[in-house]
């Protein structure tokens, strides 16, 4: 007759504990009141402007909106997991950095050039933003993937 061990009552309140660190509930805590206080902030300066727009300032309003919104869905997603995410977190969080900067580089060169100002001080700025967030990109997928095959190893191949 095999007998599994009993558990300790620590033992059993550490499994109904949720898997993130620490590190990722601060992140999502973060996260979610900065990307609502975002899109509320950009949404009323959007709405609060005397006269009309053009089209530009539109799409650039429109832009920072969805990018604050994504923050903030990113925030909920994270806190409402309860399992471990082998740096899935970090992937998307990158690609929506990654994505943020091109947009917001595209915009402010497009922007300056139209006006006939400094269009290569827009573009290097941004090029410099873009460049550091494809850098992270590239690290969490490397991290994710890095995770993932040490999990198969350890679970002998099984995926999960």
């Known amino acids: 007759m095999t007998e599994e061990p009993r558990l300790t009552a620590q033992d059993m309140i550490e499994q ?20 609502v ?8 300066l959007w709405s609060s402007e005397p006269g ?18 994504a923050w903030a869905v990113y925030g909920g997603w994270l806190l ?7 740096a899935t977190d970090q992937v998307i ?9 091109l947009a917001t580089t595209t915009v402010v060169t497009v922007v300056a050039v139209q006006r006939g100002t400094g269009w290569g001080l827009a573009l290097a700025a941004g090029s410099l933003f873009v460049a550091v967030a494809l850098v992270l990109t590239v690290r969490a997928h490397a991290r994710r993937a890095a995770l993932l095959r ?10 999960r």
């Open 37 to 44: 206080a975002g899109a509320v902030f950009v949404g009323t």
């Open 80 to 86: 409402a997991r309860r399992v471990a995410l082998f």
């Open 52 to 69: 009309p727009l053009p089209g530009r300032t539109h799409l650039a309003f429109a832009l920072f909106t969805v990018f604050c919104l």
């Open 16 to 35: 109904l504990e949720p898997a993130l660190s620490r590190r990722t509930r601060i992140r999502a805590v973060t996260a979610l009141p900065a990307g």
């Open 93 to 101: 969080a990158a690609w929506i950095g990654l994505a943020a900067s």
């Open 150 to 159: 040490r999990m198969r190893e350890l679970t002998g191949g099984e995926e």
